[in-house]
Nanobody, 124 residues
Framework: QVQLAESGGGSVQAGDSLRLSCAAS????????VGWFRQAPGNQREFVAA????????WYADAVKGRFTISRDYAKNTVYLQMNSLKPEDTAVYYC?????????????????WGQGTQVTVSS
C-alpha cells in the first residue's frame, strides 16, 4: 500500500504563498488521481484539487481556481500544491490522498490512502 506524507504547511499572513508537498513511499503512485483535501474545525473535509498521475489531468475546487496549482513530479514521486494569494478562509489541515482507480475525484470517500495532514494557518 502506498504511504503518503505531507509537508510545507505553516503560519502566514493573508496574501502570502505556500507550497505543500505530498511524497509517496512504500510503492509508487498508481496511474490514478491524487487529491488534496482540507478540513477546518467543525467543517467536513472538502476537495481542493486533484491530478491524475498517468497523464497530468487536473481538477480544482471553485474556491481555489486561479490561486492554487497542483502538479506532479514523476521522478520524485511527489505531488505539489502551490498556494498563492492565501486567505483566512484557507486555514485548515491539508491532506493528500490516493485513489484506487478512476473515481469521482471531488469526493473524499473515493480515496483509500491518506497522509497525516499538514496545518496551514492564514491570519488577517
Amino acid at each position: 500500500q502506498v504511504q503518503l506524507a505531507e509537508s510545507g504547511g505553516g503560519s502566514v499572513q493573508a496574501g502570502d504563498s505556500l507550497r505543500l508537498s505530498c511524497a509517496a513511499s512504500g510503492r509508487p503512485f498508481r496511474p490514478y488521481p491524487v487529491g488534496w483535501f482540507r478540513q477546518a474545525p467543525g467543517n467536513q473535509r472538502e476537495f481542493v484539487a486533484a491530478v491524475r498521475w498517468s497523464d497530468g489531468l487536473t481538477w480544482y475546487a471553485d474556491a481555489v481556481k486561479g490561486r492554487f496549482t497542483i502538479s506532479r513530479d514523476y521522478a520524485k514521486n511527489t505531488v505539489y500544491l502551490q498556494m498563492n494569494s492565501l486567505k483566512p478562509e484557507d486555514t485548515a489541515v491539508y491532506y493528500c490522498a490516493s485513489a484506487p482507480g478512476w473515481v469521482a475525484v471531488r469526493s473524499p470517500r473515493e480515496y483509500n490512502s491518506w497522509g497525516q495532514g499538514t496545518q496551514v494557518t492564514v491570519s488577517s
